[in-house]
């Protein structure tokens, strides 16, 4: 298996911009994960999916932020419009059978 | 609240150097606990877990008990090599729901040779 597939891996836009980062989650894991990843915060879970339904999206910052998992082949996590304080590395993850997360290489974003 | 505290980085060591990054953790119930590892540019790898007190996780030569009383999971090796270079996090995850991890801040490790 070619694990879990993150894209872009780098994205560079500007203020006001939309982001879209997208998500190819390991074959038969049922749940995701979208994690941000900043000096700052460290490691903060945003939204959780299971069966390709959202069950905890209290980590979303603000209304800016949505995500879709229209099946469970395939997720994005948008960011509409854009801030420099989003710039972070966005990982997406999913959990095997034994509990294990398996973690993307994760997409950088800088927004200017 | 739950919550990981790690010791501050970066640790930098000499190879086949004895390593101990410290993690304690905060947790309302009985939590799994958990180590990361993240090479750079990549994403985390589970290195290694402990579900119950008393149990000790082990892999490629890291070691950790889950220690009750303490609430502590140190991350220990006897001797570390420049390919261990990364960011080691600390996590928890509690029972019941789903499999929520909360992380620690991550302590970065470089082994110079």
């Known amino acids: 298996d070619a694990g879990v597939i993150q894209s872009p891996r780098h994205e560079v836009t500007e203020m006001g911009q939309e982001v879209t980062l997208r998500c190819k989650p390991i074959s038969g894991h049922n749940s995701l994960f979208w994690y941000r990843q900043t000096m700052m915060r460290g490691l903060e879970l945003l939204i959780y999916?299971?069966?390709?339904?959202?069950?905890?999206d209290s980590g979303m910052p603000e209304d800016r932020f949505s995500a879709k998992m229209p099946n469970a082949s395939f997720s994005t996590l948008k960011i509409q419009p854009s801030e420099p304080r989003d710039s972070a590395v966005y990982f997406c993850?999913?959990?095997?059978?034994?509990?294990?997360?398996?973690f993307g290489e994760g997409s950088r974003l800088t927004v200017l | 609240g739950n919550s990981v505290t790690q010791m501050e980085g970066p640790v930098t060591l000499s190879e086949e150097a004895f390593l101990t990054i410290n993690c304690t953790y905060t947790a309302t119930g009985y939590p799994s606990l958990f180590w990361y590892v993240q090479y750079p540019g990549e994403g985390l790898q589970l290195l290694l877990k402990?579900?119950?007190?008393?149990d000790k996780g082990s892999n490629k030569g890291f070691e950790a008990t889950y220690r009750k009383e303490t609430t502590s999971f140190h991350l220990e090796k006897g001797s570390v090599q420049v390919s261990d270079s990364a960011v080691y996090f600390c996590?928890?995850?509690?029972?019941?729901?789903?499999?929520?991890?909360?992380f620690g801040a991550g302590t970065r490790l470089a082994v110079h040779p």
């Open positions: 993850a999913t959990e095997g059978d034994t509990g294990e997360l398996f």
């Open positions: 996590a928890l995850s509690l029972s019941g729901g789903y499999n929520k991890l909360i």
């Open positions: 999916f299971n069966n390709n339904v959202p069950i905890d």
């Open positions: 402990a579900t119950k007190a008393d």
